[in-house]
């Protein structure tokens, strides 16, 4: 199994490799899912970084752009998991079992997600859902939108209280800096934009790792 990061680690898309690698991504990102190219010849291309390569294949229903069957993404996981270091895949997937299954004797890492891009639920529900998620996978995955303030404190709460490893994000302009205080209080991966933000919220590369140095964390 590859071996989880000894510091908290920035998740970068593989699209944009070698600038991501260049201001200090540790970890790329295949969103598969909103690659324009077939998969396999999708990875292929990117093949050799000798980075960490995190496979997601995000779902409609869970904001991405995957509209294919359960039954599809699971053969897809399966195809690609030999270029995988990580699978990410959503709590809410029926067939979730299926696919963390197929990290058996791969190396793989998977980290069981769940996002919540309407609201951030409350403290107790985000705890049951990070022990949910460590139930299924390796790493428990919680982002979600906050409201105020006191929604992003909830959830530093909730990340210091869960079992670890773990990963949260609270999205938005007013989650924006738990890219880079979430790890504080235990998350260890953080994930930026090298060109544009694909997700609300992101902070570039090179500056998470800057604020991540400030706070002691690199």
């Known amino acids: 199994m590859v071996d989880l990061p000894k510091v908290v680690a920035v998740v970068a898309s593989v699209e944009e490799a070698k600038e991501a690698i260049a201001l200090g991504a540790d970890v790329m990102e295949a969103r ?28 409609a229903w869970e904001g991405g752009a995957f509209k294919g069957s359960d039954g599809e993404r699971a053969l897809l996981f399966k195809k690609l998991m030999p270029m995988a270091d990580y699978i990410d895949v959503e709590l809410r997937a029926k067939n979730l079992d299926e696919i963390v299954r197929l990290t058996i004797g791969s190396g793989a890492i998977s980290i069981v997600s769940y996002h919540d891009f309407q609201k951030t639920p409350p ?24 409201g105020g303030p006191e929604d992003v404190l909830a959830l530093y709460e909730a990340t210091l ?35 544009e933000p694909v997700a609300p919220g992101q902070m570039r590369v090179d500056k ?10 690199r």
């Open 32 to 59: 598969v899912d909103l690659a324009a190219e077939e998969p396999q010849l999708f990875l292929e291309n990117i093949d050799g970084l000798n980075k960490p390569l995190i496979v997601t294949i995000r779902p």
């Open 123 to 146: 403290q107790k529900d985000m705890l049951d859902i990070l022990a949910r998620c460590r139930e299924k996978g390796d790493i428990a995955k919680l982002a979600v939108m906050p």
């Open 161 to 195: 209280k869960a079992e670890k490893p773990l990963c949260t994000i609270a999205m938005g302009a007013i989650g924006m800096h738990s890219r880079l205080v979430a790890p504080v209080y235990g998350s260890i991966l953080t994930y930026g934009y090298v060109r």
């Open 208 to 217: 998470i790792i800057e604020g991540l140095r400030i706070l002691g964390l």
